[in-house]
């Protein structure tokens, strides 16, 4: 069941006004399900936009940002909470424990960083969680393609290639996360499997 999703995307706002847009399109969507937000704490970029979005629908928003960020990201000071951790690598497995399910909008490097190292504990077996990229205006196919070459040349078995949800409108893409969202007790038992 999805009641929470992580978002992940950029703390810049790209060239293109669009990103912003699908980003205030998917709060809205996840306001409508009644689904919370969890994502990286910044009021600047995307972030920003889809925090801003939330709250102003009416949403619960929950922020997690490292302290050597607080300043560089500009801590957001209007969030339902906002966790305030060590390092990066605390930020990455809070959110991910306080989501069941998450997209990656448009973004950089920390972006992809939070993408794929939550693709890789989903190999590992430490979650179950669906993944999915909401792909805007085609912004990432050229990373399909690179995840296409790796599974073609015997790096990523097909099997985790297509672990990845994806769809262009954020409508959809939440409509995927649902179906593919475990239920209460499968997530229980992953979890057991994680502690073991």
Do not use: F, N
């Given at each position: 069941m999805l009641k929470s999703i992580c978002v992940y995307c950029?703390?810049?706002?790209?060239?293109?006004?669009?990103?912003?847009?699908?980003?205030?399109?998917l709060a809205q969507?996840?306001?409508n399900e009644n689904i919370s937000l969890v994502y990286g704490g910044a009021h600047i970029g995307l972030m920003g936009v889809i925090?801003?979005?939330?709250l102003r629908l009416g949403g619960e928003v929950t922020g997690i940002i490292p302290k050597n960020l607080l300043e560089k990201?500009?801590?957001?000071?209007?969030?339902?909470?906002l966790y305030i951790v060590k390092d990066m690598h605390e930020r990455k497995a809070m959110m991910a424990d306080l989501a069941d399910g998450f997209i990656a909008l448009s973004g950089g490097m920390g972006t992809l960083d939070e993408l794929f190292?939550?693709?890789?504990?989903?190999?590992?077996?430490?979650?179950?969680?669906?993944?999915?990229i909401l792909n805007v205006n085609g912004f990432y196919d050229s990373l399909f393609g690179l995840i296409s070459h790796l599974s073609e040349q015997g790096f990523v078995q097909p099997?985790?290639?297509?672990?990845?949800?994806?769809?262009?409108?954020p409508k959809a893409l939440l409509a995927?996360?649902?179906?593919a969202a475990p239920s209460d007790e499968m997530e229980s038992k992953a979890y057991a499997r994680f502690l073991i």
């Open positions: 950029g703390a810049s706002m790209g060239k293109d006004e669009i990103h912003a847009d699908v980003a205030r399109q969507e996840m306001v925090a801003d979005e939330m990201e500009v801590a957001h000071d209007s969030l339902t909470r190292e939550t693709i890789t504990w989903g190999m590992q077996g430490l979650h179950e969680k669906p993944v999915g099997r985790y290639a297509d672990l990845l949800l994806t769809a262009s409108e995927k996360l649902r179906q």
